[in-house]
């Protein structure tokens, strides 16, 4: 009784303290406890945390190595090849007899992806269920009978380029280049008439010459992206030496030439200054412009086409030939009835190339063909 009668007192003290408070004591009395309060729910819950009472306890699949071995069999294959398309959409017929929703799903998601290997990663992750099905095993059975079928009349391609210089890590290199001044070349291609592919195919010989006989320098220096820039005999990304810049100029400018190529181009190549010959260099060896080299490139080709064509022999539909001589010079361009493939000999891995069929090879391989279209007629009228 004397307890209850102290816990009263003590309250009836405390509720006197509380009415004797000002109003802005009050509050801030009131935030205090309402912010110790929230602390000790945080410090609750994190103790809670740490001895684990909210752990969800987690297991590992059964199906863990299954999905690990796919995981690797994709991360291994950049592309599918001819006879995977062929296989997924066998596959997704067979899978049609047994399970036809499944197969309508994985049709339908095909033609909209347009990715063999996600197909195939598709029927890959439904085998995880089919494996342990009792009609799995008749699926699978399927499967391989078709298999063994498609290999034996489609056999497995390689990744491999029939060109077999093309499969030299160079052409990568030397490809993202192109890519790289697709616009200064059509530029170049529009100033001088000549179709920006041709210019290319020489482009090509050019630098997979130099890629070759100077690699290492390439890759030290240049990197994936940037065409290599010669300055010793000949200059520029296209390999034009210095005198023969000087014949293409005076060439636009001669009238009684073989090699003139019309009024509308005598002022193609004007000098902006008096000295010439730095002028000259300078439009070579600009790392980041490259429009002079392939202004020049083309040219070469339209002053040796029209000499061709003004002896009666015309070699505008030969790029074999026009690059051949194009890598030779004006002096061996001597126009006949029978004329050959070749130019300066160019190792690739073991094997040995002549300029005139590297640009040839380049030409007609419908490589870059999104960039550089094969035109109906290399020489614009």
């Not at 990663?121 to 391989?144: C, H, I, S």
């Not at 061996?332 to 190792?347: I, T």
Request: charged share 25%; net charge neutral; glycine share 6%.
């Amino acid at each position: 009784m004397e307890g209850k009668i102290s816990s009263q007192e003590g309250n009836l003290k405390l509720w006197q303290v509380w009415k004797s408070l000002t109003k802005k004591s009050k509050v801030l009395l009131l935030f205090l406890v309402a912010f110790a309060l929230a602390g000790f729910a945080v410090v609750g819950a994190w103790a809670l945390y740490k001895i684990g009472i909210t752990n969800n306890a987690g297991s590992i699949d059964k199906n863990n190595r299954y999905l690990a071995d796919y995981h690797a069999r994709y991360s291994a294959s950049d592309s599918a090849d001819f006879n995977s398309n062929v296989q997924n959409f066998v596959n997704i017929s067979l899978l049609n007899k047994l399970y036809p929703v499944n197969a309508q799903l994985i049709f339908d998601a095909a033609k909209d992806c347009d990715d063999p290997n996600s197909v195939d990663r598709m029927l890959y992750a439904l085998n995880l269920y089919l494996k342990d099905d009792p009609q799995g095993e008749n699926y699978q059975k399927m499967v391989d009978e078709v298999q063994a079928v498609i290999a034996k009349y489609h056999p497995k391609s390689s990744n491999l380029n029939a060109i077999t210089w093309m499969n030299d890590p160079g052409w990568n290199t030397l490809k993202r280049a192109l890519i790289g001044d697709t616009a200064v070349l059509r530029r170049a291609a529009e100033a001088t008439g000549v179709d920006a592919r041709l210019i290319v195919a020489c482009t090509v010989g050019e630098q997979i010459r130099l890629f070759n006989s100077k690699r290492e320098d390439y890759k030290r220096y240049l990197g994936p992206a940037i065409l290599m820039v010669e300055q010793q005999f000949s200059y520029g990304v296209t390999g034009v030496k210095l005198e023969t810049a000087a014949k293409i100029e005076n060439n636009l400018k001669d009238s009684l030439s073989p090699f003139y190529m019309g009024k509308a181009y005598e002022h193609l190549l004007d000098f902006e200054t008096e000295d010439i010959e730095t002028e000259r260099i300078e439009r070579f060896t600009n790392f980041r412009n490259h429009y002079y080299s392939f202004v020049y490139a083309g040219c070469i080709l339209r002053q040796i086409m029209l000499q061709w064509k003004r002896a009666g022999y015309d070699i505008s539909d030969r790029p074999d030939i026009l690059c051949t001589l194009y890598n030779l010079g004006f002096s061996v361009s001597k126009p006949k009835p029978d004329p050959c493939c070749g130019g300066s000999r160019v190792k690739v891995g073991d094997e040995v190339y002549t300029f005139g069929v590297l640009g040839n090879d380049f030409f007609y391989s419908g490589e870059l063909q999104e960039y550089y279209p094969l035109p109906s007629k290399t020489f614009a009228d």
